[in-house]
């Protein structure tokens, strides 16, 4: 079991990463065409991204072990549905490495939550 400290060393750390990665695809967005298709996306993505680190800002608020669960899960849902943002563009678009390395950190991300939310079943089911 983790220490409040530690507790709150990783929640930071996240809170953190969800940000800086939010950052990193407006950054993204601003270097690609702005057709039309594409700015529709672009604000699908960008309000996916930023809810992100928005929810798990309030997951690091939680009251209960389920209200932490149910946050997590809209963590997932809101990383989950980035992926599929920028899955779509990079099939509409030249984008480069980019892309694909924002690609790669919004799949660890739904990794870690994933891992975050089965951790907290499992100890919620020992109680």
């Given at each position: 079991m983790l220490?409040?400290?530690?507790?709150?060393?990783?929640?930071?750390?996240l809170k953190r990463r969800t940000k800086k990665f939010a950052l990193d695809v407006i950054k993204f967005c601003d270097t690609l065409p702005k057709n039309q298709e594409i700015r529709?996306?672009?604000?699908?993505?960008?309000?996916?991204?930023?809810?992100?680190?928005?929810?798990?800002?309030?997951v690091c608020r939680g009251r209960s072990r389920a209200?932490?669960?149910s946050k997590m899960s809209l963590v997932e849902e809101e990383a989950d549905e980035t992926v599929y943002w920028?899955?779509?563009?990079?099939?509409l678009s030249d984008t480069g490495g980019e892309l694909l390395r924002l690609k790669v950190e919004a799949h660890e991300l739904v990794a870690i939550v994933?891992?975050?939310?089965?951790?907290?079943?499992?100890?919620?089911?020992?109680?």
């Open positions: 220490s409040g400290e530690e507790k709150f060393t990783k929640g930071t750390a529709v996306m672009f604000g699908q993505l960008i309000r996916s991204v930023s809810s992100v680190g928005a929810n798990y800002r309030s209200d932490f669960i920028l899955e779509l563009i990079e099939e994933v891992a975050s939310k089965k951790t907290a079943r499992r100890q919620a089911s020992k109680q």
